[in-house]
Protein backbone atom coordinates (compact mmCIF):
# COMPACT_ATOMS: atom_id res chain seq x y z
CA UNK A 1 0.00 0.00 0.00
CA UNK A 2 1.20 3.66 -0.64
CA UNK A 3 0.42 5.73 2.16
CA UNK A 4 -0.23 9.64 2.09
CA UNK A 5 0.67 12.08 4.27
CA UNK A 6 -2.27 14.78 4.69
CA UNK A 7 -0.38 18.48 4.72
CA UNK A 8 -2.28 20.07 6.87
CA UNK A 9 -1.88 17.38 9.22
CA UNK A 10 1.92 18.31 11.72
CA UNK A 11 2.55 16.10 14.62
CA UNK A 12 5.55 15.35 16.74
CA UNK A 13 4.08 12.06 18.59
CA UNK A 14 2.31 10.50 16.09
CA UNK A 15 2.08 9.68 12.57
CA UNK A 16 -1.11 10.33 10.28
CA UNK A 17 -1.31 8.04 7.14
CA UNK A 18 -4.08 7.60 4.34
CA UNK A 19 -4.99 5.83 1.38
CA UNK A 20 -7.60 3.92 -0.36
CA UNK A 21 -10.33 5.43 2.20
CA UNK A 22 -8.19 3.70 5.36
CA UNK A 23 -6.69 6.27 7.41
CA UNK A 24 -3.52 5.13 10.05
CA UNK A 25 -2.80 6.43 13.31
CA UNK A 26 0.64 5.30 14.31
CA UNK A 27 1.84 6.56 18.11
CA UNK A 28 5.60 7.11 17.19
CA UNK A 29 7.67 6.90 20.65
CA UNK A 30 9.36 3.97 19.97
CA UNK A 31 11.96 4.70 22.75
CA UNK A 32 9.94 4.18 24.97
CA UNK A 33 7.49 1.87 23.88
CA UNK A 34 5.24 4.30 22.48
CA UNK A 35 4.05 5.30 25.83
CA UNK A 36 1.89 8.41 25.62
CA UNK A 37 2.14 11.91 27.36
CA UNK A 38 -0.15 14.19 27.09
CA UNK A 39 0.79 15.72 24.04
CA UNK A 40 0.78 12.50 22.91
CA UNK A 41 -3.03 12.12 23.82
CA UNK A 42 -3.60 15.40 22.02
CA UNK A 43 -2.44 14.48 18.51
CA UNK A 44 -4.04 11.48 18.16
CA UNK A 45 -7.44 13.02 19.35
CA UNK A 46 -6.88 15.80 16.31
CA UNK A 47 -6.02 12.59 14.31
CA UNK A 48 -9.15 10.72 15.18
CA UNK A 49 -10.77 14.13 14.67
CA UNK A 50 -9.73 14.46 11.06
CA UNK A 51 -10.72 10.88 10.44
CA UNK A 52 -14.20 10.89 11.69
CA UNK A 53 -14.99 13.97 9.26
CA UNK A 54 -13.02 13.20 6.65
CA UNK A 55 -15.54 11.66 4.16
CA UNK A 56 -12.82 9.81 2.40
CA UNK A 57 -12.04 7.87 5.15
CA UNK A 58 -13.92 4.63 5.95
CA UNK A 59 -11.98 2.49 8.62
CA UNK A 60 -9.46 3.59 10.82
CA UNK A 61 -6.40 1.36 12.02
CA UNK A 62 -4.66 2.75 15.47
CA UNK A 63 -1.26 1.09 15.57
CA UNK A 64 2.59 1.61 17.18
CA UNK A 65 5.53 2.27 15.74
CA UNK A 66 8.71 0.38 15.68
CA UNK A 67 7.22 -3.31 15.34
CA UNK A 68 7.86 -3.63 19.29
CA UNK A 69 5.04 -2.02 20.93
CA UNK A 70 1.52 -1.12 20.06
CA UNK A 71 1.61 0.91 23.26
CA UNK A 72 2.64 0.92 26.83
CA UNK A 73 0.50 3.26 28.40
CA UNK A 74 0.95 6.51 30.00
CA UNK A 75 4.41 7.81 30.06
CA UNK A 76 5.71 7.59 33.41
CA UNK A 77 8.56 10.01 33.27
CA UNK A 78 5.62 12.97 33.24
CA UNK A 79 3.13 11.15 35.55
CA UNK A 80 2.85 14.13 38.52
CA UNK A 81 0.49 13.95 41.29
CA UNK A 82 -2.55 14.45 39.67
CA UNK A 83 -1.94 13.04 36.40
CA UNK A 84 0.46 13.27 33.29
CA UNK A 85 1.94 16.67 32.87
CA UNK A 86 2.06 18.51 29.81
CA UNK A 87 5.06 20.95 28.76
CA UNK A 88 3.28 23.97 30.60
CA UNK A 89 3.15 21.71 33.98
CA UNK A 90 -0.61 20.97 33.36
CA UNK A 91 -1.66 17.63 35.07
CA UNK A 92 -4.18 15.29 32.52
CA UNK A 93 -5.81 11.94 32.67
CA UNK A 94 -6.75 13.16 28.70
CA UNK A 95 -6.48 9.76 27.47
CA UNK A 96 -10.44 9.09 28.63
CA UNK A 97 -11.66 11.95 26.74
CA UNK A 98 -9.51 9.66 23.58
CA UNK A 99 -11.62 6.55 24.92
CA UNK A 100 -14.77 7.85 24.70
CA UNK A 101 -13.78 9.62 21.46
CA UNK A 102 -12.90 5.91 19.99
CA UNK A 103 -16.32 4.55 21.26
CA UNK A 104 -18.22 7.25 19.67
CA UNK A 105 -17.19 7.74 16.26
CA UNK A 106 -19.05 6.23 13.72
CA UNK A 107 -16.75 4.28 12.21
CA UNK A 108 -15.05 1.02 12.80
CA UNK A 109 -11.72 1.51 14.13
CA UNK A 110 -9.51 -1.55 13.96
CA UNK A 111 -6.20 -1.39 16.82
CA UNK A 112 -3.28 -3.03 15.12
CA UNK A 113 -0.56 -4.62 17.84
CA UNK A 114 2.36 -5.66 17.72
CA UNK A 115 4.65 -6.28 20.61
CA UNK A 116 4.14 -4.45 23.95
CA UNK A 117 -0.17 -3.56 24.87
CA UNK A 118 0.49 -2.85 28.09
CA UNK A 119 -1.78 -0.89 30.67
CA UNK A 120 -3.40 2.48 29.18
CA UNK A 121 -2.36 1.01 26.25
CA UNK A 122 -4.14 -2.09 26.50
CA UNK A 123 -7.48 0.22 27.17
CA UNK A 124 -6.65 1.27 24.18
CA UNK A 125 -7.06 -1.62 21.87
CA UNK A 126 -9.71 -2.65 24.45
CA UNK A 127 -12.04 0.35 23.25
CA UNK A 128 -11.21 -0.34 19.37
CA UNK A 129 -13.64 -2.12 17.87
CA UNK A 130 -11.79 -5.24 16.24
CA UNK A 131 -7.93 -5.91 17.41
CA UNK A 132 -5.33 -7.94 14.58
CA UNK A 133 -2.62 -8.71 17.00
CA UNK A 134 0.93 -9.76 15.75
CA UNK A 135 2.48 -12.94 16.86
CA UNK A 136 5.00 -11.15 19.00
CA UNK A 137 2.36 -9.22 20.91
CA UNK A 138 1.76 -9.55 24.94
CA UNK A 139 -1.02 -7.97 26.54
CA UNK A 140 -1.65 -6.80 30.25
CA UNK A 141 -2.74 -4.16 32.63
CA UNK A 142 0.06 -2.64 35.26
CA UNK A 143 -1.72 -0.32 36.93
CA UNK A 144 -1.77 -1.95 40.28
CA UNK A 145 1.81 -2.01 40.55
CA UNK A 146 2.88 1.20 39.41
CA UNK A 147 -0.08 2.74 41.33
CA UNK A 148 -3.28 2.98 38.53
CA UNK A 149 -5.87 1.53 37.81
CA UNK A 150 -8.88 2.13 35.03
CA UNK A 151 -12.17 1.27 36.68
CA UNK A 152 -13.69 2.77 33.43
CA UNK A 153 -13.57 0.69 30.22
CA UNK A 154 -10.20 -0.60 31.60
CA UNK A 155 -12.92 -2.86 34.11
CA UNK A 156 -16.18 -2.74 32.07
CA UNK A 157 -15.82 -3.11 28.76
CA UNK A 158 -12.93 -6.10 29.53
CA UNK A 159 -15.52 -7.67 31.57
CA UNK A 160 -17.83 -7.33 28.47
CA UNK A 161 -15.35 -8.47 26.10
CA UNK A 162 -13.63 -11.62 27.71
CA UNK A 163 -15.89 -12.51 30.95
CA UNK A 164 -15.88 -11.27 34.70
CA UNK A 165 -13.39 -13.53 36.26
CA UNK A 166 -10.84 -13.04 33.28
CA UNK A 167 -11.03 -9.54 33.89
CA UNK A 168 -10.42 -9.60 37.24
CA UNK A 169 -7.14 -11.77 36.60
CA UNK A 170 -5.91 -9.51 34.54
CA UNK A 171 -6.32 -6.62 37.00
CA UNK A 172 -5.54 -8.26 40.25
CA UNK A 173 -2.76 -10.28 39.01
CA UNK A 174 -0.95 -7.77 36.32
CA UNK A 175 0.48 -10.92 34.51
CA UNK A 176 1.21 -11.04 30.97
CA UNK A 177 -0.47 -12.91 28.19
CA UNK A 178 0.62 -13.97 24.59
CA UNK A 179 -1.29 -13.47 21.64
CA UNK A 180 -2.68 -17.11 21.53
CA UNK A 181 -3.72 -16.42 24.75
CA UNK A 182 -5.33 -13.16 23.98
CA UNK A 183 -7.10 -15.14 21.21
CA UNK A 184 -8.36 -17.68 23.43
CA UNK A 185 -10.15 -15.69 25.35
CA UNK A 186 -11.50 -13.67 22.36
CA UNK A 187 -9.19 -10.21 23.21
CA UNK A 188 -8.61 -9.90 19.47
CA UNK A 189 -9.87 -11.04 16.78
CA UNK A 190 -7.42 -13.06 15.33
CA UNK A 191 -3.13 -13.56 15.35
CA UNK A 192 -1.20 -13.23 12.52
CA UNK A 193 2.96 -13.70 11.99
CA UNK A 194 4.47 -10.04 12.75
CA UNK A 195 5.33 -9.61 8.66
CA UNK A 196 1.92 -10.42 7.73
CA UNK A 197 0.20 -7.81 10.73
CA UNK A 198 -0.64 -4.84 7.97
CA UNK A 199 -1.75 -7.04 5.16
CA UNK A 200 -3.92 -8.57 7.23
CA UNK A 201 -4.87 -5.71 8.75
CA UNK A 202 -5.59 -4.13 5.66
CA UNK A 203 -7.81 -6.64 4.51
CA UNK A 204 -10.27 -6.86 7.22
CA UNK A 205 -10.27 -3.11 6.38
CA UNK A 206 -10.89 -3.62 2.76
CA UNK A 207 -13.72 -6.25 3.98
CA UNK A 208 -15.66 -3.81 5.81
CA UNK A 209 -15.02 -0.79 3.18
CA UNK A 210 -16.83 -3.02 0.89
CA UNK A 211 -19.94 -2.76 3.14
CA UNK A 212 -22.92 -0.33 3.92
CA UNK A 213 -21.29 2.47 5.87
CA UNK A 214 -24.08 3.39 7.74
CA UNK A 215 -25.24 -0.37 8.70
CA UNK A 216 -21.77 -0.34 10.04
CA UNK A 217 -22.13 2.76 11.72
CA UNK A 218 -25.41 1.89 12.94
CA UNK A 219 -24.10 -1.39 14.21
CA UNK A 220 -21.45 0.10 16.05
CA UNK A 221 -23.64 2.42 17.99
CA UNK A 222 -25.83 -0.45 18.87
CA UNK A 223 -23.06 -2.47 20.46
CA UNK A 224 -21.92 0.48 22.40
CA UNK A 225 -25.01 1.58 23.44
CA UNK A 226 -25.98 -0.21 26.64
CA UNK A 227 -22.54 -0.22 27.98
CA UNK A 228 -21.88 3.57 27.24
CA UNK A 229 -25.20 4.44 29.32
CA UNK A 230 -26.65 7.78 28.07
CA UNK A 231 -23.43 8.72 25.72
CA UNK A 232 -24.42 5.52 24.61
CA UNK A 233 -27.66 5.79 23.52
CA UNK A 234 -27.55 9.62 22.46
CA UNK A 235 -25.28 8.34 19.51
CA UNK A 236 -27.88 5.71 18.82
CA UNK A 237 -30.43 8.38 19.07
CA UNK A 238 -28.30 11.22 16.76
CA UNK A 239 -28.46 9.00 14.00
CA UNK A 240 -31.39 7.90 14.36
CA UNK A 241 -32.31 11.47 14.00
CA UNK A 242 -30.11 11.88 10.90
CA UNK A 243 -31.69 10.05 9.12
CA UNK A 244 -35.03 11.20 10.01
CA UNK A 245 -33.74 14.91 8.77
CA UNK A 246 -33.58 13.06 5.55
CA UNK A 247 -36.79 11.86 5.22
CA UNK A 248 -39.95 13.96 3.61
CA UNK A 249 -41.39 13.78 6.89
CA UNK A 250 -38.71 15.41 8.65
CA UNK A 251 -38.37 18.35 6.08
CA UNK A 252 -42.22 19.06 5.94
CA UNK A 253 -41.67 20.62 9.65
CA UNK A 254 -38.27 22.42 8.81
CA UNK A 255 -40.33 23.38 5.60
CA UNK A 256 -43.69 24.50 7.55
CA UNK A 257 -41.01 26.71 9.65
CA UNK A 258 -39.52 28.31 6.96
CA UNK A 259 -42.57 28.96 4.93
CA UNK A 260 -44.82 30.63 7.99
CA UNK A 261 -47.02 27.98 8.04
CA UNK A 262 -48.59 25.04 10.04
CA UNK A 263 -46.86 22.37 9.31
CA UNK A 264 -49.13 19.44 7.65
CA UNK A 265 -48.19 15.80 8.56
CA UNK A 266 -51.34 14.23 7.36
CA UNK A 267 -49.70 12.54 4.47
CA UNK A 268 -47.36 10.89 6.35
CA UNK A 269 -48.26 6.89 7.47
CA UNK A 270 -48.50 5.86 10.93
CA UNK A 271 -46.87 2.36 10.67
CA UNK A 272 -47.48 -0.73 12.69
C1 LIG B 1 6.23 -2.77 28.57
C2 LIG B 1 7.35 -3.40 29.37
C3 LIG B 1 6.86 -4.66 30.07
C4 LIG B 1 8.48 -3.77 28.40
O1 LIG B 1 9.61 -4.28 29.06
P1 LIG B 1 11.01 -4.37 28.27
O2 LIG B 1 10.85 -5.06 26.98
O3 LIG B 1 11.98 -4.97 29.26
O4 LIG B 1 11.41 -2.89 27.91
P2 LIG B 1 11.92 -1.75 28.88
O5 LIG B 1 13.40 -1.77 28.93
O6 LIG B 1 11.22 -1.79 30.19
O7 LIG B 1 11.40 -0.46 28.10
C5 LIG B 1 12.15 0.16 27.06
C6 LIG B 1 12.21 1.63 27.35
O8 LIG B 1 10.90 2.16 27.37
C7 LIG B 1 10.63 2.81 28.60
N1 LIG B 1 9.22 2.67 28.93
C8 LIG B 1 8.44 1.60 28.74
N2 LIG B 1 7.20 1.84 29.17
C9 LIG B 1 7.17 3.12 29.59
C10 LIG B 1 6.18 3.96 30.14
N3 LIG B 1 4.88 3.55 30.29
N4 LIG B 1 6.51 5.20 30.50
C11 LIG B 1 7.78 5.65 30.33
N5 LIG B 1 8.78 4.89 29.81
C12 LIG B 1 8.48 3.66 29.45
C13 LIG B 1 11.53 2.07 29.59
O9 LIG B 1 11.76 2.84 30.75
C14 LIG B 1 12.79 1.89 28.74
O10 LIG B 1 13.49 3.11 28.64
P3 LIG B 1 15.00 3.21 29.20
O11 LIG B 1 15.41 4.62 28.87
O12 LIG B 1 15.77 2.17 28.44
O13 LIG B 1 14.92 2.93 30.65
C15 LIG B 1 7.91 -2.42 30.41
O14 LIG B 1 8.56 -1.38 29.74
C16 LIG B 1 6.87 -1.85 31.29
O15 LIG B 1 6.39 -2.49 32.20
N6 LIG B 1 6.50 -0.59 31.06
C17 LIG B 1 5.63 0.18 31.90
C18 LIG B 1 4.19 -0.19 31.64
C19 LIG B 1 3.29 0.62 32.54
O16 LIG B 1 3.28 0.40 33.73
N7 LIG B 1 2.56 1.55 31.96
C20 LIG B 1 1.76 2.51 32.68
C21 LIG B 1 0.46 1.92 33.15
S1 LIG B 1 -0.56 3.13 33.92
C22 LIG B 1 -1.17 3.94 32.56
O17 LIG B 1 -0.98 3.58 31.46
C23 LIG B 1 -1.97 5.16 32.85
C24 LIG B 1 -2.97 5.46 31.76
C25 LIG B 1 -3.87 6.54 32.11
O18 LIG B 1 -3.54 7.63 31.71
C26 LIG B 1 -5.12 6.38 32.88
C27 LIG B 1 -5.86 7.49 32.95
C28 LIG B 1 -7.03 7.48 33.66
C29 LIG B 1 -7.49 6.33 34.28
C30 LIG B 1 -6.73 5.22 34.20
C31 LIG B 1 -5.57 5.22 33.48
C32 LIG B 1 -4.87 3.95 33.44
O19 LIG B 1 -4.19 3.61 34.40
O20 LIG B 1 -4.96 3.28 32.38
Not at 156 to 169: C, P, Q, S, W
Request: charged content about 25%; some cysteine.
Amino acid sequence: MDWNTVDTLKFEDILYHQAEGIARITINRPEVHNAFRPETVRELIDAFHHAHHDPGVGVIILTGAGGRAFCSGGDQRVRGEEGYRDGGGTQHLNVLDLQRQIRTLPKPVVAMVAGWCIGGGHVLHLVCDLTIAADNARFGQTGPKVGSFDAGYGAGLLARTIGLKKAKEIWFLCRQYDARAALEMGLVNTVVPLEELEEETLQWCRDMLALSPMALRLIKAGFNADIDGLTGIQELAGNATGLFYQTPEGQEGRNAFLEKRPPDFRRFPRRP
